[in-house]
């Protein structure tokens, strides 16, 4: 009787030992197929596009042109401009004593700036632009921060200057202003762009 209980616990011991490794190599196995599920991941940053130096020019300067298209990162001199009108995002002038970039809107309205004069208002944008300090990490930050910040549609040029602009294809462009030489008319200066990757 005494082996028949010691046979029946020990059969018990066993068969409970069996269902918690066969638990165990289930459990595992969960796990593994886990990790196969998780090799795909969406990208939580994505990176500028790269950056291009373009010379422009105010309104009096013959060498550079003075309106800015961000999305092909191209300067166009005014005859240029005013066959493309469309396309213009700023434009770098002499404006109201002051160095500055605009939307073309703004530089018809100025009514200082000639190559704007003819400018048609049914094809020109009032681009925004929204001064910053330092140039936002990646794509997500830059829209964040171009929502967040206060925009104009023209900003004083000072060496250094740093700006985001929405431009006419919807796309985030870093604008950086250096080399600023002159205080007039002629006034030119190295524009960096770099277009959001978003």
Do not use: H
């Amino acid at each position: 009787m005494k082996v028949m209980v010691s046979t029946k616990k020990i059969l018990a011991a066993g068969f409970f030992a069996g269902c918690i490794m066969s638990a165990s190599v289930s459990l595992t196995g969960c796990l593994t197929d886990d990790k196969k599920d998780t090799t795909s991941t969406v990208p939580t940053s994505t990176p500028w596009g790269a950056e291009t130096v373009v010379q422009v020019g105010a309104q009096g300067n013959a060498s550079y042109g003075s309106a800015i298209d961000l999305d092909a990162k191209k300067v166009m001199l005014s005859a240029e401009a005013n066959a493309a009108q469309s396309s213009i995002d700023l434009v770098f002038m002499f404006s109201t004593g002051d160095v500055q970039i605009g939307s073309p809107v703004y530089a018809k309205a100025a009514g200082d700036v000639p190559l704007a004069a003819n400018y048609d208002l049914t094809k020109v944008k009032d681009t925004q632009i929204a001064r910053i300090s330092t140039k936002p990490d990646d794509s997500q930050l830059a829209a964040s921060t171009f929502e967040a910040t206060p925009k104009l549609n023209n900003a004083i040029v000072l060496d250094g200057g740093m700006y985001l602009v929405k431009t006419g294809q919807g796309k985030i462009a870093f604008v950086s202003i250096n080399d600023v030489q002159g205080d007039s008319t002629k006034t030119s200066a190295k524009m960096t762009i770099a277009l959001s990757g978003l």
